[in-house]
């Protein structure tokens, strides 16, 4: 395992973003969680509730699963449903047989917590701010026989090119890529969901972020058939609930496709307002990543523990980025909400920014 840069002490891996908003009460500008605002439509509210009336009957997920199956034009033995994302990656850890498992960082932090948790000894590639935190595929340990890399990556929100990511795939190894964020980019561009000719690629994609249902817990897995029966026999008996079902059934149709393509448009154009107000405090030493592709951006400021403790007096919640190993205590992530919400909180940034006994500056490149 590598320790962090400098002999920092190991990041907590199971820190996540609604860690920041839990018992904050009503008051708090979520900026911390990326699930998109205002959802679950009303629509898909609807067909979730119609569903409760097969609840005395165990769940059956044939329907779903071919669902999901033909919007990734893949046959039914490809895919795999799953109490969100997150349960995917257990399942990985502790179904496939690995020897070096290598995760890119930074990323989401449960695929290598997963890892540990099954008693992997789990080697990190650290990507680096210098280089936009872009991937260097030289970088991956040529005997690694398990790969996981997010894209778009979160926390960086950057997105990779398809050809870079598919270009990690090696004979023997398993390579995972997290697309838990790619609806969100518009078109999809980059996403590997649906091919074939990748060897051992396994692609996770979460139904939560997009649609507001990380209560609900849904998501899936497209992967090789072999693959899909190893991890199907790691999981319980009915492990997506009969609610779960019938949302994920509900957010592949031409219907939902379409209303998540017109989502990440607006959301690109919200991200930009975003990185726009940031980069106009760059004079206080604040400096966004760049380009943003993701529903979130990665800035670094000043002393930002204090930075956030201060925007959370003023209702505001973000992410703190030092949980995500290649980051420090400097880091937050944001997430992109609309233009108003980002005024308010720009606003804020530059008041706590601005206070007399504000982080010192840095001299922005």
Partial sequence: MRTEPGGAPEPDLRHHGDAEVRDAGAGVVDLAV????????GWLREEIAGSLSSLAAYPDGRAARAAVAARHGLPVERVLLTAGAAEAFVLLARALKVRRPVVVHPQFTEPEAALRDAGHSVDRVLLRERDGFRLDPSAVPEDADLVVIGNPTNPTSVLHPARMVAGLARPGRTLVVDEAFMDAVPGERE????????????????LTKTWGLAGLRIGYVLAPPEIIAELERAQPL???STPALAAARACVTPRALAEAGHAAHRIAGDRAHLVAGLTALAAHGVRVVRPAQGPFVLVRVPDAATVRHRLRDLGYAVRRG??????DRDWIRLAVRDRTTTDGFLKAL?????APDSPPCEAAP
Wanted: aromatic share 6%.
């Fill in 350 to 354: 530059s008041a706590v920014l601005d």
């Fill in 322 to 327: 030092d949980t995500f190993p290649g980051l």
């Fill in 238 to 240: 009915w492990p997506v």
């Fill in 34 to 41: 990326n699930v998109r605002a205002d959802t679950p439509p």
């Fill in 191 to 206: 996403a590997l969901a649906g091919r074939t000719d990748v060897p051992g690629l396994v692609v996770l994609r979460s």
